[in-house]
T-cell receptor, first 114, second 112 residues
């Protein structure tokens, strides 16, 4: 099992460019999440998908959109990148939603917006 | 803002010394999870605490959940260089029942 995979690993964008971060899990998990991690800020939830076909906003959704393509895949799109979106982005999954289930994280995407 | 506060933000120890990080909340937590993130890596689940006063051990790591379920701690005995990383707590008190809030983390460095 690969667990949670993310592509790309690194990306540099210019302000105003768009891109999609891809995430896939092979653990048959129902729930998937997108976080961003900034120095000293811990992990902040951008969007999550409790189950296939549903998505909901997290703590910091502005500037992002998501798509739960199927049970395995959950993508994050930046329509018009801004320097404030420079961060490390982690995708995670869990068996199901709710606070009692441990989350499995992907290796992260390091994004720089100039 | 974050619902759990972690202290300290940084801790530098000599190898062999003990280390403790604390997670505090102003509200009662349903449960708390601990994660470790190695430098350049991703968070990895360590443990979950659910019961008031619960204590769990993993080798040199001891996790405690406060009696009032408003605080938790992670204690590492006799640190090793392999303990280097950032330790996060995550609270199960969600604002919409479907996500967790992570503390800012405690970054541990160990001098050999």
């Amino acid at each position: 099992n690969a667990g949670v995979t993310q592509t790309p690993k690194f990306q540099v964008l210019k302000t105003g460019q768009s891109m999609t971060l891809q995430c896939a899990q092979d653990m048959n998990h129902n729930s998937m999440y997108w976080y961003r991690q900034d120095p000293g800020m811990g992990l902040r939830l951008i969007y999550y998908s409790a189950s296939e076909g549903t998505t909901d906003k997290g703590e910091v959704p502005n500037g992002y959109n998501v798509s739960r393509l199927n049970k395995r895949e959950f993508s994050l799109r930046l329509e018009s990148a801004a320097p404030s979106q420079t961060s490390v982005y982690f995708c995670a999954s869990s068996v199901t939603s709710g606070p009692s289930y441990e989350q499995y994280f992907g290796p992260g995407t390091r994004l720089t917006v100039t | 803002g974050q619902q759990v506060m972690q202290i300290p933000q940084y801790q530098h120890v000599q190898e062999g010394e003990d280390f403790t990080t604390y997670c505090n909340s102003s509200t009662t937590l349903s449960n708390i999870q601990w994660y470790k993130q190695r430098p350049g890596g991703h968070p990895v689940f360590l443990i979950q605490l659910v019961k008031s006063g619960e204590v769990k051990k993993q080798k040199r790591l001891t996790f405690q959940f406060g009696e009032a379920k408003k605080n938790s701690s992670l204690h590492i005995t006799a640190t090793q260089t392999t303990d280097v990383g950032t330790y996060f707590c995550a609270d199960g008190q969600t604002y919409n029942n479907n996500d967790m809030r992570f503390g800012a983390g405690t970054r541990l460095t160990v001098k050999p």
